[in-house]
Each structure stands twice: as structure tokens, then as C-alpha cells.
């Protein structure tokens, strides 16, 4: 659910083909801003201030001149460029329809308040980190508080004076902002459970360690040419959605150097998605660090900068493909060669952690879903104390809006999960609950078309009226994006639902979604990752998604090939397209 905050604005990411592959840049007498090949001279007005000053800085100022003059004081390229990289953004201001987000400038579509990104690596949280978060919320953030499909969590209406007291709070706790948003190294994804699941590879947590302490900060790295997402895993679910991330490590068992992680690189969606390669490599857990750092050097240095819509990392790989990529990054970059290495198999259990599940020590860990990701500053408080109590003082965030508790002992179970269900976290969800998520949405984001977080709740609620007492052989994954920029990952969906302005029936212009059908990551129910499929005219009007999911999911049920256990995505690629309307 993080918000995409430097795309094609909304109104004209409609020009990327639905489903493309990410190509380089077309071959022009223009450099592309590669650093080592072209020069370091800025190629436009992004480049320019980060060259300047990329960031790190505005701290400083933010402390000793904003926070004091507030938000009229704020220099305007340190507002809508180096605040990111200290996890701030400014949100929208109400009242502006999605008509207007492409028409309107920045300035004119924000507020005088901040959304606010607490940067979590790995997920990790304890009590005490989560009762911190959830004042900093309800003392200055109207109690909002959004689980994001990136392991964060996001606070609004978040004002400039408050941030040193922010940052005061936060950090006396071991959490902070540094590099939550911006052309910088993105918080690392872990496997939330790390270190506890009786059936994981390895614990990563000491290579994501390893890496935020020494590069998280760093100044050689705070400008890249964009966004760098990095994900790293030691369990055989493989729950870090590895495939869309620009670099990521996959615990896999060598058969003659012991388990050690399998290579990606190059993921990404937006507006035009490519999933990430495998390079073939081994990286050891002793390399991990230093293959990371290579990685993102590469993007640093060879990455595309003149235009912002061709620079992640993507690009880059799809014009060297994976054997240069490999090649380069050894001998430019690493300390010696890597170690040839097989594929990961494919996951035998989900990777959400939904449900309960003995720890290699014995006791449990639950994992929970709130709808969308939605909670809030009161209900994160509760939740810390209602942790202690029942015995565990640590949990943990996950790549798809959920929270998983740890350390629970067995017989505290059955009445943390009464507690737990009060608090609207539940352990036991449907498969509709289960497999929904939504990007912040109209509410908050200026890139928004239409709203999420209210559009899917009321969704969820309403199928699981509709489909209740029926037999779905798996979750079914519901992605709801405000806009094309895939914060919700709508193209890996079995549903997913893009925010744009339709046309309905009677001729007028509506909030909706285009809909894309059958993508998916590698899970128990997948041997690999692909993007969904588009009808040509296949459009949802925005108070219309109970009714079309409860729609395509019956008509699922109904068309199936149940013999082969076949999945809904299956079903979605090969059915007409009139059964999908």
C-alpha cells in the first residue's frame, strides 16, 4: 500500500500497454543519465535538486527552521522532494474529486498536512515500538494508522511541528523515518517470522540487520535514479513477494554448499510491470550484504536517470538481461564470483501466516488480518496490551497487510484469539477477507482517481454475506488501486481492480476500476509469477465490486475443473471473455 510518489501522474499512465514488459529506453543521440557511461550532469529538474542536496540534510532543517515556522516556511523543493526521504509526503486535501488529480498541480492538490511513513525492515515490532506508534497516532495523527503491503506503517494528517517530537519518540524505541520514501534504499522485506517458524531455511534477519546498519543513510547511496525495494526470505513460502522487488534473496538448500539464498533482481509493477529474473547465482548468508550493496551500486551507476518513467532498475535489466547483469555485477562490484545455484521449489504452504502455527520453540504465532490493512492509533494501544497479557511482548507486519504475533503460549491461544477477533483482527477470515488488500486511496494520496480503503471494506463485508455457506478452494486475492501505479499490486492479483474514471451505462463519467483477472505470485497454488489479464471494456463501477466479484467468483465455481484442482487464476486465463464480464 505504498503510495507511488513519483509516476506518470494518474491521467497519463493510461498510456502503458496493460500487462507490458518493461523495455529500455528506445535508442537515442541523447544520453539516458547512466552515470558511468554518460557523466553525472543533471538531465532534469529531479536530478538537479538531489545533486544539490539529496536529502539526508533536510533533517536538519526540518528540526531547527520548519517545525518553528511551519508549513508556510518550508522550502518547496525540500517539501515535494527531500521531505520523502525522511517518510514524509504531503496528503490531499479533501474534497478534490479523482476528475481532477491530473489536472491539477501538486501544490494545488495538497494539504498542509503529512502522511508519515514509520519505516519497519523485516516487519519486527515489539509492545513497547507498537504503544509508541499507536500515541504518535492518536496524539498527532487523528488516530489513523494503515498496515501497508510494505511491512510500514502509514500515519496521516501528521503536521511539521510535530516531527521532532516524532522522531524523539520513535527513535528512543529503536524506530525511525530514514529513507522510508524517496530515490533511496526502501525499507527490506522479511519473512515475519523470522527466526521463530519451525519449517524456515535460515533466519534472515541478520543479513537485514547487516545491511540497514550500514547502508541505511549511507550518502553514497541516498541518490539513485529511483525507488530501490529489496526483500529477503529464509522461509519456504516464500513470503516476501521476492518477484516484484529490484533485488531479492530466496532461501533455497544447495546440494553441496548448504542453504544459502537464490538471486532476483529487476521486479517491478506500476504502470508497466516486469516481474524479476533469477540470475542463477548462490549468495551465502555472509555474501547477502554484500551482493545487496552491489546490486543497488549497479542501479546507482548504471541506472537510467533522464526519464523518471524508465528509471527503476527494471529497465536497466531489460535491455542487459540477466547474464551481463550477473557478469557485471561480479566483476565490477563483488569481491569474488558467485557460486552457480539452483531454483528455490516451489512453496508448499501460504505465505500470509494466517491462522495459528507452532514455533520451533514450542509456543505459537498467530497471524491476523484486519480488512485492508486499516487499523488505528487506539486499536494498535489495545493491541499492544492485549499482547502482553496474554503472554507475548513481539509481533510482526507482512507484505500483505496482515500482523503476525509471536511467543504465544499454547494454552493462552483460544482467548487471545477472542481478544484478538474483538479488536477486528481475525485469525480465522474468510478467503474474501483473507485475500483483499488496498492502497491508500483517494482519502490521502494526490495520485488517487478513486477511492480504496472504503470501497473494498464495504466489498468484503458485502460477499461475505453473498458467498457464505459456498466452497472456494482458495483465498481469492482482491487488489484495489486508487489509480494505475499498482501500490496494491493489482496485476498480481486473482482480481484486480485499477482506479480510473468510466463511463457507466447512462453515459456519465464515474469513479471505477479496469480490471485485470488471474495474476499471482509463486504460492502452493502457483509454480511461478504472472501477470493478470485485461478484457478489452471490462470496467467496474466503484460501488460495484461486491457485485462483479460475487459475479466472476460463482461463475468460477461453476466452470471449473475441479478434477484438477484448477485455481482461479487458471480459470481466468483460459475462460472466454464473456464469462468474465
Known amino acids: 500500500m505504498e503510495t507511488a510518489e513519483e509516476p506518470a501522474r494518474a491521467g497519463h499512465a493510461e498510456r502503458a ?43 536538519d ?19 515535494h522532494g527531500r521531505f520523502r526521504v525522511w517518510g514524509l509526503y504531503t496528503q490531499r486535501k479533501p474534497g ?8 491539477l498541480e501538486p501544490h494545488e492538490l495538497e494539504d498542509e498536512y503529512f502522511m508519515l511513513r514509520v519505516r519497519i525492515d523485516g516487519g519486527q515490532l515489539t509492545t513497547e515500538q507498537l504503544r509508541v ?28 511541528e510535530a516531527m521532532p517530537e516524532i522522531w524523539r519518540r520513535l527513535e528512543a524505541v529503536g524506530l525511525g523515518t530514514t529513507e522510508a520514501c524517496g530515490d533511496v534504499p526502501r525499507v527490506i522485506l522479511g519473512s515475519p517470522v523470522a527466526g521463530i517458524s519451525a519449517d524456515e531455511l535460515i533466519d534472515p534477519t541478520p543479513q537485514i540487520d547487516e545491511i540497514t546498519e550500514r547502508f541505511i543513510g549511507d550518502p553514497s547511496l541516498a541518490n539513485l535514479p529511483r525507488k530501490f525495494k529489496s526483500a529477503i526470505t529464509g522461509h519456504p513460502s516464500q513470503d516476501v513477494v521476492h518477484e516484484i522487488n529490484d533485488v531479492a534473496f530466496v532461501a533455497i538448500d544447495h546440494p553441496a554448499h548448504g542453504v544459502g539464498y537464490d538471486l532476483w533482481v529487476g521486479g517491478g509493477l506500476s504502470t508497466t510491470p516486469r516481474l524479476g529474473e533469477r540470475l542463477g547465482a548462490f549468495v551465502p548468508a555472509e555474501r547477502v550484504a554484500e551482493v545487496w550493496h552491489g546490486v543497488a551500486q549497479i542501479f546507482r551507476d548504471y541506472g537510467y536517470r533522464r526519464l523518471r518513467n524508465k528509471a527503476r532498475l527494471k529497465f536497466l535489466l531489460a535491455e542487459w538481461g540477466a547474464e551481463k547483469f ?34 520451533k520453540d514450542g509456543r505459537f504465532y498467530i497471524g491476523v488480518t484486519p480488512i485492508v490493512g486499516r487499523v488505528s492509533g487506539p486499536t494498535l494501544a489495545e493491541l499492544a496490551d492485549v499482547i502482553e497479557t496474554h503472554g507475548s511482548t513481539r509481533l510482526r507486519t507482512t507484505p500483505h497487510q496482515k500482523l503476525v504475533i509471536l511467543d504465544v503460549p499454547e494454552e493462552n491461544i483460544d482467548p487471545l484469539i477472542a481478544e484478538l477477533d474483538r479488536l477486528g483482527l481475525s485469525s480465522r477470515p474468510s478467503l474474501i477477507r483473507r485475500g483483499t488488500i488496498a492502497c491508500t486511496g483517494i482519502e490521502f494520496c494526490k495520485l488517487a482517481i478513486v477511492e480504496t480503503k472504503v470501497n473494498a471494506t464495504n466489498a468484503v463485508l458485502a460477499l461475505e454475506e453473498s458467498l457464505r455457506g459456498l466452497d472456494l478452494p482458495h483465498p481469492i486475492s482482491l487488489h484495489v488501486n486508487g489509480c494505475p501505479n499498482s501500490c496494491a499490486r493489482i496485476q498480481t492479483a486473482d482480481i484486480g481492480l485499477k482506479g480510473q474514471l468510466i463511463t ?3 453515459g456519465e463519467q464515474v469513479p471505477g476500476y479496469q480490471v485485470h483477472l488471474g495474476g499471482g505470485l509463486a504460492s502452493q497454488d502457483r509454480d511461478e509469477a504472472g501477470l493478470g489479464r485485461t478484457v478489452r471494456g471490462l470496467k467496474v463501477e466503484a460501488d460495484g465490486i461486491a457485485e462483479y466479484t460475487e459475479r466472476v467468483v460463482r461463475r468460477f465455481l461453476a466452470d471449473r475443473d475441479s478434477a484438477a484442482d484448477e485455481t482461479f487464476a487458471q480459470w481466468a486465463h483460459r475462460a472466454d471473455e464473456e464469462a468474465l464480464q
Open 17 to 59: 500497454a496493460e500487462g507490458a514488459r518493461a523495455r529500455p529506453p528506445r535508442p537515442s543521440s541523447r544520453p539516458n543519465g547512466q552515470w558511468k557511461i554518460d557523466g553525472t550532469a543533471p538531465l532534469n529538474g529531479n536530478e538537479e535538486w538531489k545533486q544539490v542536496d539529496d536529502g539526508l540534510s533536510v533533517r
Open 504 to 506: 457507466n451505462d447512462a
Open 96 to 103: 478534490i474529486d479523482g476528475g481532477r488529480t491530473a489536472t
Open 133 to 160: 506508534v499507536a500515541g504518535i497516532s492518536t496524539e498527532f495523527g487523528r488516530d489513523t494508522a494503515d498496515l501497508t503491503d510494505r511491512q510500514n506503517i502509514q500515519l496521516h494528517w501528521i503536521q511539521v
Open 61 to 79: 532543517r526540518i528540526e531547527k527552521v520548519y517545525a518553528k515556522g511551519g508549513f508556510a516556511s518550508i522550502d518547496p523543493t525540500d517539501l
Open 326 to 359: 550477473r557478469h557485471v555485477l561480479e566483476t565490477e562490484y563483488l569481491s569474488a564470483p558467485l557460486l552457480d545455484g539452483p531454483a528455490a521449489p516451489k512453496p508448499s504452504t501460504p505465505g500470509d501466516h494466517i491462522g495459528v502455527h507452532r514455533q
